[in-house]
């Protein structure tokens, strides 16, 4: 065991944006680790296209630039606190955050959650710290852990049950997760977009069935399914414009919840849609913690939840920056899931 060493400073590379949106791989230094803490030396991180861009567009903030983005990786335990007992150096690991870090100059980085980056120093006893690997889960698959358990958090809270209809509004890396949380339960899906490729996904992912919002009328192509609407509908887009047409879409007497992230601003709907239908609604938020990292982390292990399927583009960390310059200069149309492998 290690506790803090006086003056010690970690090395590491870590992506980060400044305030005009650029990109770079930076030499960053990371404190401890402290007798709380462990070291973590990262194997692969997985991107939130949604979270972390809008972190970068600070549409939400979390702190001031320069950022370093991320909130899910894999790897593998480096050092550990004197007060630490739980983890052992070599233990594979995935986790949340990285505590802290700075430039080469000095200059405090907004840690938001930071794991892009080579090398994580955290809490990992803590609500969004490090947990031990399930033997079988493939580090550059479960480094996505969040997104699926961010889905399956959202399913757990509204409780569709088995032979019930459900709508998945938007089947981006969070929408995924909910159609395989929803196929796992015994439910009819319904996978609503505008993107073929990530409703083809969504297919192998458990969906019985798809709908092009762009060339399709939802309403009732919805309808044809169930005629009185679906019994739960997820609205996972984050777009406030969607939020009356996925109301819609509900049955009467029948749950919608609020899948999506929808930004710091108010957000309108229509009243007297939900009102008539009397509906129930649902607010979850983050991940489920522990116990929904650990399901879904067991489920890729047990090969019950193929997220391999989407992940669509794999990068070495040296490709980093260029990648999220094109995701940020919508240069990238068909990305769904980004994994950075840190060990090339």
Known sequence: MLGEMKGYRMNAKALICDERQRFALEDV???????DQIAIRTHYTGVSIGTEFALIRNKLSWGPYPLCT??????????????????????????RGNDAMTLADGTSVTSACGVHCSHVVTRPNTTHGAAKMIPGAAMDVACMFVVPAVGLNGVDMANPRMGQTVVVHGTGLIGLGVVAACAHRGCVVIAVDINEKQLSIAQTMGADFVINGSAQDVIVEVKKISPEGADVVFECTGNPQCIDPAIALCRPHGSFVWMGTYGGDPV???FFTPHGLRLQMFFPSDDGLQPCRRAVVKNIAMGTLKWQ??????????????MFQRINEGKEKDIVGVVINWLE
């Open 29 to 35: 230094f990371l404190k401890g680790p402290a007798p």
């Open 268 to 270: 309108k709907m229509n």
């Open 309 to 322: 399927n989407c992940i669509t583009h794999r990068v070495p960390f040296t490709e980093a920056p260029a």
């Open 70 to 95: 991320g909130y899910m990786g894999t790897g593998a335990v480096e050092a550990v606190g004197a007060d630490i007992d739980n983890f052992s150096v070599g233990d594979e690991v995935y986790f």
